[in-house]
């Protein structure tokens, strides 16, 4: 049996799955991107999966003890390798185990929506190419029938991979709220004006809220810094004022700039 699953290799609602399908006579046998391969059992295994370091995982098959390595997926952002393993040992039908990797698990994420991206942004522009092409050499002649078909499969593409990176979307904001990590992630921009300013203000102490900037100041203590932030207009104004000396004034004027298309 063949499933299609759009899932983060490794994570705990892909073992969920896993678990759910072996309870039932499914045992995982190959992954091949999001195409995870199984054969019947009457077998009662205990799917797990782990992150390894390649030279580690190299060496597992030859320990199957407990465990039974059934497939290995290796990360291209990592140098490591997801093991899935299965065991039939009592102790482990009912036990609990908890792994999470999370930081792994958002830079899985993040190759996996721009890969659908890439993919959608291909599809959009080869289905383009092909349509006018078409119609430059027919010389408009393509039959209503045939040119329906052609853009309804563009479309249809397009929104394939469109979805699919919608999906893997809210999987990146999740392990992103999760771990803090907003490397790389946009952002609104706020900006963040100070009149009566002595010196430049310690940024550290609000580097919890984004990504600072100065944008210029004069000499008359008047300050710009730009912040690329969620927090709330209000909770960057009282996180300054926290830290400016008395008699500064504090400013935020909000600006939400523009997301590339499809990155969010």
Known sequence: MRRYRVLIKGSAPELTWLNKLAADGWLLT????????FERTTAHYR????????EVAETLTTHEHVFKVLTKVPLTVAKAQVVYTGSLHPQLQQSRVDHQDAPLELKIAVATRLRYLNEMDIALFMGLVIIIGSIIVTKDGIPDAVGD?????????????AMQSAKVHTIVARLRRETQNY?????????????????DLDLEKVASLGEWRLVGHDKKGSYWYDVQSLASEIEIRDAVMAIAPKGTTVKVVSFLGLAPIGYL
């Open 47 to 54: 799917i797990l999966s782990e992150y390894v370091p390649n």
């Open 149 to 161: 078909s052609m853009i309804s499969i563009w479309v249809l593409c397009v929104a394939f991979f």
């Open 183 to 199: 490397n790389g992630a946009w952002r609104p921009t706020n900006h963040v004006f100070l009149e009566h300013l002595p010196a």
């Open 30 to 37: 190959q992954i091949n991107g999001n195409w995870y391969k």
